[in-house]
């Protein structure tokens, strides 16, 4: 069974740069979350999708930051012009719309992303 | 809103003693209950789950926790601690039934196991 992946592990860029991550959600789950976790906190909710469209953003995604599932598989997610405070670790989970595990969200082992 | 709240962000315990993680939450519906694992430098690994139904939840790797409706508590716990147990947990809670299922999350404690 593959689990949730997501990539890069890692990146780091410099400030203003663009940055795109990518999330592979298990295959037969139509519903996909990013979280983000910063130092010593616990992941917050910026955004979810049901198959292709996003129906929640929250208000920390700014209008830098910009999430796609074109095709209701992949998502991506991209911050443009980074700044230092974006620096996190960007989590996604996904999770099937039926069933007893609907509840039940599968965490991708995450991007850690560095802005200098 | 919906909140939640881990006393004690740090949490150490010698191997073989009990394990307690306090968690409490607020909703304004019947909520659902998660806590989930974190090791260094991955996602979260859920180890169990409330929903409806028996309070008293097991997980796995030997953890269970209570959910007391009257005391907005869902402490996780654990008989024994082994060396292996040593990592971030996180308490997460959601509306639960009907459309999809926003974690809120806790800060997290952090557990440290010593010989």
């Known amino acids: 069974d593959t689990g949730v992946s997501q990539d890069p592990r890692h990146k780091i860029t410099k400030r203003g740069q663009n940055v795109t991550f990518r999330c592979d959600p298990i295959?037969?789950?139509?519903?996909l979350y990013w979280y983000r976790q910063t130092l010593g906190q616990g992941p917050e909710f910026l955004t979810y999708f049901q198959n292709e469209a996003q129906l929640e953003k929250s208000r920390l995604l700014s209008d830098r930051f910009s999430a796609e599932r074109p095709k209701g598989s992949f998502s991506t997610l991209e911050i443009q012009r980074t700044e230092q405070g974006d620096s996190a670790m960007y989590l996604c989970?996904?999770?099937?719309?039926?069933?007893?595990?609907?509840?039940?969200?599968?965490f991708g082992p995450g991007t850690r992303l560095t802005v200098t | 809103a919906q909140s939640v709240t881990q006393l004690g962000s740090h949490v150490s315990v010698s191997e073989g003693a009990l394990v307690l993680l306090r968690c409490n939450y607020s909703s304004s519906v019947p909520p659902y209950l998660f806590w989930y694992v974190q090791y260094p430098n991955q996602g979260l690994q859920l180890l169990l789950k409330?929903?409806?139904?028996?309070?008293l939840v097991k997980g796995i790797n030997g953890f269970e926790a209570e959910f007391k409706k009257s005391e907005t508590s869902f402490h996780l716990t654990k008989p024994s601690a082994h060396m292996s147990d040593a990592a971030e947990y996180f308490c997460a809670v959601s509306e639960g039934a009907g459309g999809y299922n926003k974690l809120i999350f806790g800060a997290g404690t952090r557990l440290a196991v010593h010989p």
């Open positions: 409330y929903t409806t139904g028996a309070t």
């Open positions: 295959s037969e789950h139509n519903r």
């Open positions: 989970a996904s999770s099937p719309t039926e069933g007893r595990s609907s509840y039940e969200q599968y």
